[in-house]
């Protein structure tokens, strides 16, 4: 059986108090130490960025080609994960500062402010895992769940894997039109589609012509130096960040749930799913810095709006609190994280074993899940009670 | 060195223009040419006015006085307008309107801006305890309706109370630079000959300016002034007997200042009388009376209402919306208001229905729902 159907009603609560007691500590602490992270960060990363730019002009020189690229894909990494994603999650709009405000702030990534908040903000953290609801799970081109239907093209999972990754800011991008819903399903038309792509459409294009047309002119005759390297890091930042998500969420052991969960869910009850449905993974400061803190996935889904810098200093207590109820603590190496990932994405691209509820085969833990969700929780943890 | 000077300033000229073009702003899309600048100094900026602090005077126990050197992007104001000023304290930014007090004609380009500090002014203390030489600040571009005339009146009356001294100080500099020729009167209520500020300076002008009359006026009693107690029409009478001719400019705490605009509308002036609002009188909380509940729907939470601004309330619920002037100047809290009805604390009027406000000067009547 499942830990999550095993919890009583007042585990359930008791957890929640023991996880909203870290956030309120936390949040009425935040000040001076927060803002001198984000804005000292913020500084690096435009210096980087400046730097990366200017040695990608002297290009034509293979070390100023390789320094550039290696300072440029650092700074979109820094853009994008600890500012960027962060920033726009609201976990510094307490300071008042427009330049680093959820409402205000814009990445250096040719997806949209707004749609990224509708994609990820709401849908990805409130839905965290629930089929059907939170468009992660496979992105609509990969089969990510044994829950998910098989059909043909999932056969290719592995490499439509890989093109994701590969174009991952585009992917990003485009996730709000739910393409598969015109291509695969046909429930929108061309028309609803094209609206909908116009404002997306509207920031790739200056994205696009910004890092392969105008810095690349501005080298004159070693345009082709600064346009190789501006796509080395744009696909450097691509591989990284998609590898950093798919870790949080698609080690085997992370659960995946059905949509009847998120009736009547108490709070506490959505922490838990937010525990199980998510992992962490290890690493230096430097790892940490440049994965947005992600490698804290677990404790990023508790507390989607406290500065990330702190999730490192609570998540022995976030840990405790899991080892004192039973729960799972997920986590491990980046590698073992990363194989445990792949090894998901080629097992799920053929059709699952377990179809129709074989209590045989690796997943049926799952299965019961799955099986004992989809009955009143309510009842469940009164008659544990 | 003038040369040298042209040369420069030409150089900075076309280095501003560059980088206002539209191809500096594609360069640094998505996050615009001021968020690199000012990473490499924090003065540099295309559109932003900021400040650096050059000198920080203490003229009165409780005030501070600041001298502040604008960028190349401050436009310049009128004397009797007022600026926000925003710092950064604890974390987060802070936003205060002030008045520059100095002379239009100031020859070195600085500002000079003078705040009281109050025992529970969590910016003025900051001002005065924490903020030091050298440091950055953010200023908005001048703004106020209350302003000296492009055409000088040919008679000035200047009335203010305490910290209101600064707007009128800037009118009497102005003009006196200006070598104004017609009768000024300034007239000061203050505490105490102590919590006076530009004491000296006013001293030194009346000395000096045949036209200028100053008449002080102290609260408390054995003050050496030439008047005191509360304003009254017989200080008038006293200070400025000629005040139906004059253009008068008022500023200063809200009782002092209605008591004023009294006088003006019963002797039918009240068109002679320019006035600044400095501090916004509290709203007269009535928990008691207060009604309903205040619902944030974007943050899902509930306050019952206690009869403050939404502001405030919204701040004690652990809500930060964004807010600058906290009286009813920026509009940087201006916010939807889905249902519910709202009192102007300025006005008094009630609106309501679905409509933008500012959550700053509105207290709610009855229960109140803010899409924040």
Known sequence: ?385 | MNAMTQTSSRFQQGLTRLLQSRVADILSYPHGVDRYLEVFNPLWSVNEVRAKVEAVRYLTNDSVTLTLRPNHNWEGFIPGQFVQLSVTINGKRQTRCYSPANSLHRADGCIELTAKVHANGFVSRHLREQLSVGDVVLLSQADGEFALPEQRPEQVLLISGGSGITPVMSMLRTLCDEGFSGPITFLHYANSAADMIYASELDEIARTHDNVTLVRCFNDEGEQGELSGLFSREHLYIAAPEFAQATTFLCGPPPMMAAVEKVWEEDGLAERLHKEQFTLAAPQIESDSAEGEVRFVQSEKMAINNGATLLEQAESAGLTPESGCRMGICHACTCRKTAGDVRDIRTGEISSGEEDIQICVSVPVGTVTLDI
């Open chain 1, 1 to 385: 059986m499942s830990i999550f159907s095993n919890l009583t009603a007042e585990q359930f609560e008791t957890i929640g108090q023991e996880l909203d007691a870290i956030r309120n500590r936390e949040m009425a602490d935040l000040g001076e130490k927060d803002a001198n992270y984000i804005r000292t960060l913020i500084k690096r990363q435009r210096r980087l960025e400046v730097a990366g730019r200017g040695l990608l002009m002297a290009g034509f020189l293979p070390p100023a080609w390789l320094a550039g690229v290696a300072c440029l894909s650092a700074s979109k990494i820094l853009d994008n994960m600890e500012i960027g994603h962060n920033v726009m999650h609201g976990q510094y709009d307490w300071m008042g500062d427009p330049a680093i405000n959820s409402k205000v702030f814009d990445w250096d990534n040719t997806c949209t402010n707004t749609a990224w908040k509708q994609t990820h903000n709401f849908e990805h953290h409130t839905f965290t895992n629930v089929l059907d609801k939170d468009h992660d799970i496979g992105y609509g081109i990969l089969r990510m769940s044994d829950d998910q239907d098989w059909e043909p093209r999932f056969l290719f999972n592995p490499i439509l894997a890989g093109i994701l990754a590969t174009f991952f800011q585009h992917f990003v991008a485009i996730q709000s039109l739910k393409l598969e819903d015109y291509l695969v399903y046909k429930t929108k038309t061309k028309e609803e589609l094209k609206a909908e792509f116009k404002p997306t459409w509207k920031k790739m294009r200056k994205q696009l012509f910004k890092d392969y047309l105008l810095f690349p002119a501005l080298a004159g005759p070693f345009a082709p130096f600064v346009f190789a390297g501006n796509v080395t890091a744009n696909l450097a930042r691509n591989l990284w960040s998609s590898q950093v998500i798919f870790n949080g969420h698609f080690p085997e052991e992370v659960e995946q749930f059905p949509e009847s969960v998120i009736e009547n869910e108490t709070r506490g009850q959505w922490y838990v799913r937010q525990l199980l449905g998510s992992a962490n993974f290890e690493g230096g400061r430097l790892m940490h810095v440049m994965s947005g803190n992600l490698s804290f996935q677990i404790e990023h889904h508790l507390f989607p709006d406290m500065p990330a810098h702190r999730y490192a200093k609570i998540a022995p207590e976030v840990r405790a609190i899991c080892e004192k109820h039973g729960l799972p603590y997920n986590t491990g190496s980046f590698v073992k994280q990363s194989l445990s990932v792949w090894k998901r994405i080629f097992k799920l691209s053929l059709p699952s074993k377990t179809q129709g509820g074989s209590d045989k085969g690796p997943l049926n833990g799952l299965r019961a899940k799955v099986v004992s969700l989809t009955r009143e929780p309510q009842s469940e943890t009164r008659k544990a009670a």
